[in-house]
């Protein structure tokens, strides 16, 4: 029953196991902006929720003009059959992962509410730790993912890949993933909208939350280096990630800043001689621009000695890479 105050989502559908197994999956997301009710009937529905509502979500299947009638502020229908048979409604796809629905209906929300999220707050500053190497192939990406993974077994993290290719075929499901290009436009919006809009483009990989890489590196050379810094400077003002890690390429501007922001960096490289002259030449550019603060901040790894890596991101947790990292992050809280 609604009580005074509630942001009311109501759900009505008679399919009762879609719309059990839809509001546990709803209830589970704690930071909703509404309260979620269900109903597998629309009498009930009609007979139940008289107040002002903020989005009523309706299978195709039990849609009937005098929903209408209680006049929600969006009217959502899940398409079961693929056809668009009312106007003035926002249809969306009923079989489909529970998490792209969510992800839809918040960005249905978005676009007509005066957004009030309820959030986590991590009551401590994030911490953001660069990755970054002017050596290639030394398993940064790697090394950066199961960082990554690790605190997100205890801290609420979020992954970024900054890369020009980033090369894992798994954080990019599809050319229509929205995608770190995407979160870009919207770094000017209010922090609320921001925050959905954040919300309706993560990805997970277990705990761990992160934004598709842009699928062109070719953008990555667009965004100015006020772009990325603001975007870093949203993220951490809404205090929802402890730790956010940072995989940096030098196809970005701005990275000597960017690092200059990390609390802590880490540099992979390899024992050959070009590898050697590549990092003495990225310390003096360092020291040239006046950036020695950044190389006081970084730690230097080889990671030759580690011959195979697992072929999934979620197996990097294991290991001797897995190992190694466990050993810098307890160097990390002291």
């Known amino acids: 029953m609604k009580k005074d105050g509630d942001r009311t989502m109501a759900l009505c559908d008679a399919e009762t196991d879609y719309a059990q197994a839809m509001m546990e999956f709803l209830k589970k997301n704690k930071n909703l902006p509404w309260e979620p009710h269900m ?50 409604v926002v249809y969306i796809d009923k079989y489909q992962a529970a998490e792209e629905v969510l992800k839809q209906l918040l960005g249905v929300y978005m676009e007509v509410a005066e957004v009030q999220l309820p959030r986590v707050c991590t009551n401590r500053k994030t911490v953001f730790i660069g990755n970054y190497s002017p050596v290639r192939r030394c398993m940064q990406t790697s090394f950066a993912i199961t960082m990554s993974q690790i605190l997100a077994e205890t801290h609420s993290t979020l992954y970024l890949n900054f890369e020009h290719y980033a090369g894992i075929a798994e954080l990019v499901p599809d050319l229509q993933t929205l995608d770190l290009a ?3 436009y919207f770094v000017n919006a209010e922090k609320e909208k921001f925050r959905m809009r954040l919300r309706t483009m993560l990805k997970h990989k277990g705990r761990l939350d992160y934004i598709p890489p842009m699928k062109s590196g070719q953008n990555l050379l667009t965004i100015t280096a006020q772009e990325w810094m603001e975007l870093l400077q949203k993220i951490e003002a809404l ?10 390429s030098e196809s970005m501007q701005g990275l000597f800043d960017i690092l200059r922001l990390c609390d802590r960096i880490y540099t992979l490289t390899r024992e050959d001689r070009i590898a050697r002259a590549k990092l003495l030449q990225y310390e003096q550019v360092l020291a040239l621009h006046e950036y020695e603060d950044v190389m006081d901040k970084t730690r230097q790894l080889n990671l ?31």
Do not use: C
């Open 39 to 88: 109903y597998t009937n629309p009498e009930d529905l009609l007979r139940e929720e008289k107040g002002e509502m903020e989005m009523l979500v309706v299978a195709e299947s039990v849609f009937a003009r005098e929903i209408q009638d209680l006049h929600p502020k969006r009217l959502v229908i899940l398409s079961e059959s693929g056809r668009m048979q009312w106007e003035n």
């Open 182 to 184: 995407d979160l870009l």
């Open 239 to 248: 205090e929802e990630y402890e730790y956010v890690i940072l995989d940096l």
């Open 304 to 334: 030759s000695h580690i011959r195979r890596l697992p072929e999934e991101l979620e197996l990097l947790t294991r290991g001797e890479l897995a190992d190694l990292v466990k050993g810098l992050l307890k160097d990390l809280d002291s």
